[in-house]
């Protein structure tokens, strides 16, 4: 059974560029997670989503950053204009009507010069 | 301060060595409580939920204690295998589900 999809794997991109992920979760599960993992400051959750809605998106760090669920299987993460700050590792997670095992994907390794 | 707060390490330790991550929490309406483990350049994967009576799983232990709000993992006989980030997370009420809050994690590192 395919686990969490998420691509690219890795970006590298110069600021002020558009940068687009891409997450495909787990087949039935209905909440779907954004993450964000700096050594700093760890990992925090950005938005979730559940059936398709956004629900609390209070994580994301200001309006650059924008999240899409067009349907149950695929959502992205954009951030319009990129920035070095933005320099991260982003998993998406999802998990069955809210039940708190949440199963992570590989993650996307992003780099802004 | 953190909502989750953990020692970073990180923990040196020689193979068949037993040690113990302890993690503090601040939000006392948190409900559930586990260990995750992360390995490097990994995403996190469930280790393993934290119940109050405290619970076992093979060589960890995890065990809880709410007045003090302080969570504890405890690995027995350790084994190269189990160098990796440890990650303590709290379930917190958020909208109707439960928000998972992560510590920053521990780091094991289990030399032959």
């Known amino acids: 059974d395919a686990g969490v999809i998420q691509s690219p794997r890795h970006e590298v991109t110069e600021m002020g560029q558009e940068v687009t992920l891409r997450c495909k979760p787990i087949?039935?599960?209905?909440?779907l997670f954004w993450y964000r993992q700096t050594m700093m400051r760890g990992l925090e959750l950005l938005i979730y989503?559940?059936?398709?809605?956004?629900?609390?998106d209070s994580g994301m760090p200001e309006d650059r950053f924008s999240a899409k669920m067009p349907n149950a299987s695929f959502s992205t993460l954009k951030i319009q204009p990129s920035e070095p700050r933005d320099s991260a590792v982003y998993f998406c997670?999802?998990?069955?009507?809210?039940?708190?095992?949440?199963?992570f994907g590989p993650g996307t390794r992003l780099t802004v010069l | 301060r953190k909502e989750v707060e953990q020692d970073p390490g990180p923990f040196n330790v020689p193979e068949g060595a037993t040690v113990a991550f302890n993690c503090t929490y601040s939000?006392?309406?948190?409900?559930?409580f586990f260990w995750y483990r992360q390995d490097c350049r990994k995403e996190p994967k469930l280790l393993m939920s934290v119940y109050s009576s405290g619970n076992e799983d093979g060589r960890f232990t995890a065990q809880l204690n709410r007045a003090s709000q302080y969570i504890s993992l405890l690995i027995r006989d350790s084994k190269l295998s189990d160098s990796a980030t440890y990650l303590c997370v709290v379930s917190t009420p958020n909208t109707g589900f439960q928000k998972l809050v992560f510590g920053t994690g521990t780091r094991l590192l289990v030399s032959p």
């Open positions: 087949s039935g599960h209905d909440y």
């Open positions: 989503f559940n059936n398709n809605v956004p629900i609390d």
């Open positions: 997670a999802s998990s069955y009507r809210g039940l708190n095992t949440q199963y």
């Open positions: 939000n006392s309406a948190s409900q559930s």
